[in-house]
Every structure is written in structure tokens, then in C-alpha cells.
T-cell receptor
Framework: RKEVEQDPGPFNVPEGATVAFNCTYS??????FFWYRQDCRKEPKLLMS???SGNEDGRFTAQLNRASQYISLLIRDSKLSDSATYLC??????????????FGSGTRLSIRP | EAQVTQNPRYLITVTGKKLTVTCSQN?????MSWYRQDPGLGLRQIYY???????DKGDVPEGYKVSRKEKRNFPLILESPSPNQTSLYFC??????????????FGPGTRLTVL
């Protein structure tokens, strides 16, 4: 079983729609959680950290469910510029997220006009 | 401008010919890492470094070497490249802020093809 699993998609949704992704992780002692965004053939960039209480950044909301070992990302009022691959990232126990992070293989999102 | 740079950006080589991919960051970060990205497998960590002269293996270190002689530089060395090392390589840097989340800053990537 992979340490971090994501639905690869692609998700193809119309502009303005709300879209949600889930990601599951296998190690219950994992410490910190993130969503990164990767545009085609570009480097990954941090989208947001995911906190236990849930957090929101504009149109983006991230949630963590430790009991079920999944994190989610909700994008409201999607824009064409949201088209990208979204990477779920987990820090394994015993490590700092500055040193070691585990990536999911990513979920592709395509927003159509 | 704060950034991580990698060179070369594209490289085609042949099996067995030693190569080095350079990585440099200008943010005075202590931590640096190398990843490879392959379709369906995502990004996997090759090696990381916590400071000068301190390095450790990631998840897929076989066939690679690294060194950290200066804080800003973290070169990736392939002593004898093989076709299964054809991949997209990313260097990243970070600093331990002490909080729950430390962002990793990635370079633009190096696309390597080994024939």
C-alpha cells in the first residue's frame, strides 16, 4: 500500500464549479500535512498547509481527518487558472517537514470555460 | 530574488557517462533535498541534507551520490547513469521554522534522459 494515495483524475469541471479532492495516508503517526500545486512541467509550489482544525485561504479549504487518515481540499468558484495537478504531502513520524516529506502521485484538475 | 537554481535544465547522455546536476539556493536555507518525478509514482526523495557535511538517504538513493560542502550548493552525482534513471529531477530547500509546517522551495527541474 502506498504511503499517500490520491485519485489521479483527471477531474474535468466547468468554470465556477466547486471541486473536492481527498487523499489518504497510511501512517497514523504522520505529523504534518500539505497541499502543493504543480503546473504542467513546472516545479511544485506550496498551496497550503493543513491543520487539524481545518483552514481556509480564499477559495481553498483544507481539512484533516486523523481518525480516518485522510485530508481533503475543496476549491470553490473554480477558475481556469486552477487547472493544475494537486499533490497531497505528508511528513512521516520522526522527521521535520523541512527534511522529509512524502508525496502522493497527484490529482489532475482541468477547468473548462 | 529568492530562488533555487538547477543546471542543466535538460540533459541527454549515454549509459555509464558520469554526470553532475548542480543545485544552488540563495535563501540561506539549512535543508536541501533531491527528488525524482516519474509518471504514476509521484515525487520520491533521493537524498537530503540538514546542513553542511550532513546528508542522509531518502527513499530511492541507489545509483546517486550527493555532497554538501557549502550551505548554498547541493550537487547530485550520477557516477554511472543507467536508462532507469531517466526522469525529471527537482532540487528543493527549506528551513526548520519550528512550527507545524515548513515549506520546501523547489528548483525548476532537470529533465534527464539516459540512452
Amino acid at each position: 500500500r502506498k504511503e499517500v494515495e490520491q485519485d489521479p483524475g483527471p477531474f474535468n469541471v466547468p468554470e465556477g464549479a466547486t471541486v473536492a479532492f481527498n487523499c489518504t495516508y497510511s501512517n497514523s503517526a504522520s505529523q504534518s500535512f500539505f497541499w502543493y500545486r504543480q503546473d504542467c512541467r513546472k516545479e511544485p509550489k506550496l498551496l497550503m498547509s493543513v491543520y487539524s482544525s481545518g483552514n481556509e485561504d480564499g477559495r481553498f479549504t483544507a481539512q484533516l481527518n486523523r481518525a480516518s487518515q485522510y485530508i481533503s481540499l475543496l476549491i470553490r468558484d473554480s477558475k481556469l487558472s486552477d487547472s493544475a495537478t494537486y499533490l497531497c504531502v505528508v511528513t512521516p513520524p520522526g522527521y521535520s517537514s523541512a527534511s522529509k516529506i512524502i508525496f502522493g502521485s497527484g490529482t489532475r484538475l482541468s477547468i473548462r470555460p | 530574488e529568492a530562488q533555487v537554481t538547477q543546471n542543466p535544465r535538460y540533459l541527454i547522455t549515454v549509459t555509464g557517462k558520469k554526470l553532475t546536476v548542480t543545485c544552488s539556493q540563495n535563501m540561506n536555507h539549512e535543508y536541501m533535498s533531491w527528488y525524482r518525478q516519474d509518471p504514476g509514482l509521484g515525487l520520491r526523495q533521493i537524498y537530503y541534507s540538514m546542513n553542511v557535511e550532513v546528508t542522509d538517504k531518502g527513499d530511492v538513493p541507489e545509483g546517486y551520490k550527493v555532497s554538501r560542502k557549502e550551505k548554498r550548493n547541493f550537487p547530485l552525482i550520477l557516477e554511472s547513469p543507467s536508462p532507469n534513471q531517466t526522469s525529471l529531477y527537482f532540487c528543493a530547500s527549506s528551513y526548520p521554522s519550528g512550527g507545524a509546517g515548513n515549506e520546501q522551495f523547489f528548483g525548476p527541474g532537470t529533465r534527464l534522459t539516459v540512452l
